[in-house]
């Protein structure tokens, strides 16, 4: 069956412009997060959505970050005004129901951002 | 959620078993051991959970100790494809969901 799909795969920008990514959960899956993973590192919490509303956005580096969920299944993930230390690897998330200790987090393969 | 600590990384022949421990000395009652690992240029993918007893599936076992201070993530034989970064993470009861990462171990198995 078709897992989490995220697009780009890649992404190249030059400092100062916006980018967008875009996170395709599982069909019916309730829960969905985004983590950043720096070269090296463990991904870290960005935000997390369940259905439509935004219930923490505590991860999110800066106010240039910005992500919504409008009709409760596609995401999207906004940068503005792109820095050099905003390159790294975008992961999203998703699971069946939220808050469940037992439900395994579905991952996709990420975009790579890089900020020139 | 808890801490945990794992080696930065380990070694293995394809083949062998391959034990991956887990130290959680903090560890509460109602956490939850998970073991996610995120193979080169992919993302983390789900292994195996469990709270107080073994647990066995497909890909791997887990074996809690009596204290659950520490977890050994058992890898029965261990192939080329699971080279990888294997993190041990708690969730607790009371969580959200979202995942804390540490730095897992990294997983090199030699042919």
């Known amino acids: 069956g078709a897992g989490v799909s995220q697009s780009p795969r890649y992404k190249v920008a030059k400092r100062g412009q916006d980018v967008a990514l875009r996170c395709d959960p599982i069909?019916?899956?309730?829960?969905l997060f985004w983590y950043q993973q720096a070269l090296g590192q463990g991904p870290e919490f960005l935000t997390y959505?369940?259905?439509?509303?935004?219930?923490?956005k505590s991860g999110l580096p800066s106010d240039r970050f910005f992500a919504e969920r409008p009709e409760g299944s596609v995401s999207t993930l906004k940068i503005q005004r792109t820095q050099q230390e905003d390159s790294a690897v975008y992961l999203c998330?998703?699971?069946?129901?939220?808050?469940?200790?037992?439900?395994?987090?579905?991952f996709g393969d990420g975009t790579r951002l890089s900020i020139l | 959620d808890a801490k945990t600590t794992q080696p930065n990384s380990m070694e293995s022949n394809e083949e062998e078993p391959v034990h991956l421990p887990c130290n959680h000395s903090?560890?509460?009652?109602?956490?939850?051991i998970h073991w996610y690992r995120q193979l080169p240029s992919q993302g983390p993918e789900y292994v195996i959970h469990?709270?107080?007893s073994n647990v066995n599936n497909r890909m791997a076992s887990l074996a809690i100790a009596e204290d659950r201070k520490s977890s050994t993530l058992i890898l029965h034989r261990a192939t080329l494809r699971d080279a990888a970064v294997y993190y041990c993470?708690?969730?607790?009861?009371?969580?959200?969901?979202?995942?804390?990462f540490g730095k897992g171990t990294k997983l090199s198995v030699k042919p």
């Open positions: 998330a998703s699971s069946l129901a939220q808050g469940l200790v037992n439900q395994p987090q579905h």
């Open positions: 069909s019916g899956h309730v829960s």
């Open positions: 959505f369940q259905n439509e509303a935004q219930l923490d």
């Open positions: 903090t560890i509460s009652g109602t956490d939850y």
């Open positions: 469990g709270l107080t």
């Open positions: 993470i708690l969730r607790g009861g009371g969580s959200q969901g979202n995942l804390i």
